[in-house]
């Protein structure tokens, strides 16, 4: 009886067996980086030019006038965070694989907070970009900005793309922040 005691103490506190790869997390990291890359494609390529009056009173006058991302900030920071996204799931899978699958806790805690901490910045510019999107569909009336979107088709649905890309990527990071936390909590189980 004694002897059991003690072999249930000693296999306690002997190190777990070294875990296998874990394919969904490396699957999720992967899709992450699918989805950061095609939405920074899609936002940098999302140019258009189309001639527009620049004067509202007659006599009028006519020119063209070109849309891009970088004439808001609030797209630029979507660059920004899909820039950092793509970077971190690329490194963050390239060291998934490297080890091969053993995790030690304390990996899979920085990995937790990593994930959490890139899924808020994804979030937030997703907001941001997704409100500068609304208003270029739709308008404001109250402040009289009138709407984009009929006449710079194609840049509307690139910055719609990429803000939906964005929100593929914010719920990816949050899968892993869980997956990660559910494979903390099965190790001290």
């Known amino acids: 009886m004694a002897s059991t005691v003690k072999d249930s103490e000693q296999a306690a506190l002997a190190p777990s067996p070294p875990a296998k790869l874990r394919p969904a997390e490396l699957i999720l990291r992967l899709l992450l980086f699918a989805a950061s890359l095609s939405g920074l494609v899609v936002l940098v390529t999302g140019k258009q030019t189309a001639i527009v009056p620049v004067v509202l009173t007659p006599p009028f006058r006519f020119r063209p006038v070109a849309a891009e991302f970088t004439n808001s900030p ?6 920004v965070a899909l820039c950092m996204t793509c970077l971190y799931s690329l490194l963050t899978a390239a060291s998934s ?8 806790a304390k990996k899979i805690f920085v990995h937790t907070l990593l994930d959490v ?11 941001a970009a997704a409100a500068v999107a609304w208003v270029g569909l739709k308008g404001n009336d109250h402040t009289r900005w009138n709407k984009i979107c009929n006449v710079y088709d194609k840049f509307c649905r690139h910055i719609g793309t ?3 890309l964005g929100l ?9 922040a ?5 494979s903390l909590y099965r190790r001290r189980r």
């Open 168 to 176: 593929v990527a914010s719920i990816l990071l949050l899968l892993l």
């Open 117 to 127: 901490y890139h899924a808020a910045v994804m979030a937030s510019a997703t907001g």
């Open 74 to 79: 609030a797209l630029i920071y979507l660059l």
């Open 97 to 104: 694989v490297k080890s091969g699958g053993s995790s030690c």
């Open 178 to 182: 869980g997956l990660n936390a559910y």
């Open 162 to 164: 990429a803000t939906a």
